[in-house]
Each structure stands twice: as C-alpha cells, then as structure tokens.
C-alpha cells in the first residue's frame, strides 16, 4: 500500500482545476489506483504507457516524475500534467498543470524540483 502526501502547492493549484473541471477529482483517484501497482515497492507492474509517464529527474533517494492524467469530458491534449516524486512507498503530488493554461515544461520542472525539497529533505 502506497502512502500519497499532497504539498500545499499542489492542493491550492488543484482545487482552482476541481473548479473548472469537476471530473478532476475521479481522475486523480484512478491514478492513485495506478500508481498502487505501477509504483508498488516490492513487485511493480508497468501499466502506464511510457508516452504518459516522463521521468523528470532522479536523485540519490526518489524520483520525480511528470504524467498526463486522464480527466473525464476532456480531449487527450488537454488532460492535466501531474508532477510527483516517488520515493519508496511514498507519492508525493507536488504540482499540476494544463496546456489549456499554457503553461511552461521546463518551469514546471524546475519548481517540481524545488517543490520536493520541502517533502523529502
């Protein structure tokens, strides 16, 4: 059983996308269920594609890992992107991004990274 801890960025960018896409929620319940067996500590399985799954950076102790989480009544292109850190039997959320947005990959890796500083130190 895997232990998910969300960083107070993460739940404030979150809850403005709960707003505007009401299946956010259902989305991130499934990939949690996902993550159960993708990222199980003793015997993982690969069911997410590698075309979802990007690994962002690895450090001597976790990884840090950027998805596009599927939402229902939303075109793949538009599926949110999820940073989070996983470090053995730990799911860090750390922050989440849309392309609706705008938003920048390479600043949301670098404040991912500086996210996960606070959560494993």
């Known amino acids: 059983m895997l232990n998910f801890i969300f960083h107070p960025h993460f739940e404030k960018e979150a809850a403005s996308l709960k707003r505007r896409f009401p299946f956010f929620d259902d989305g991130l319940e499934s990939f949690k269920r996902i993550c159960e067996v993708h990222f199980d500590p003793i015997n993982p399985r ?3 594609a590698p075309a979802k799954l990007h690994r962002i950076k690895c450090f001597d102790n976790f990884t840090i890992w950027k998805i596009e989480m599927a939402v229902k009544n939303l075109r793949s292109n538009q599926f949110p992107r999820v940073w989070f850190a996983v470090r053995g039997a730990t799911v860090a959320f750390l922050c989440v991004a849309t392309h609706i947005d705008n938003h920048d990959d390479n600043t949301m890796n670098q404040e991912a990274e500086a ?6 130190s």
């Open 115 to 120: 996210l996960v500083s606070s959560i494993f």
């Open 46 to 48: 690969q069911v997410i």
